[in-house]
Nanobody, 124 residues
Framework: VQLQASGGGLVQAGGSLRLSCAAS????????MGWFRQAPGQEREFVAS????????YYADSVKGRFTISRDNAKNTVYLQMNSLEPGDTAAYYC??????????????????WGQGTLVTVSS
């Protein structure tokens, strides 16, 4: 599966952005989807994930209540709605895919496919 992320940009603190990740290739509906981010000089960290059928979601504590992950399997797209953005959310955001058979949901899945990053900058 090939992944293409978009939607990043510059936003003021307190603002909102919606990231999109379009997938092509093998059946989108057989992949768990996730978002990760990497700030300059820091390691990549998990942000959110959604199960292959969309019924389950999982979030990092740092974004709970502010970010929402969703997917539209008919459009082969996963979204990350980001509200109440903070300067600490500034990072390159990456979408990833894991075969639904790759491991135990949510922390045991294997994120084998990655898109390019889309940069989110939150100004104070």
């Amino acid at each position: 599966v090939q992944l293409q992320a978009s939607g990043g940009g510059l936003v003021q603190a307190g603002g909102s952005l919606r990231l999109s990740c379009a997938a092509s290739g093998r059946a989108f509906g057989t992949y768990h989807m996730g978002w990760f981010r990497q700030a300059p000089g820091q390691e990549r960290e998990f942000v959110a994930s959604i199960s292959y059928a969309g019924g389950r979601t999982y979030y990092a504590d740092s974004v709970k209540g502010r970010f929402t992950i969703s997917r539209d399997n008919a459009k082969n797209t996963v979204y990350l709605q980001m509200n109440s953005l903070e300067p600490g959310d500034t990072a390159a955001y990456y979408c990833a895919a894991a075969d639904y058979r790759s491991g135990s949901w949510p922390e045991g899945v294997s994120w084998d496919y990655w898109g390019q990053g889309t940069l989110v900058t939150v100004s104070s």
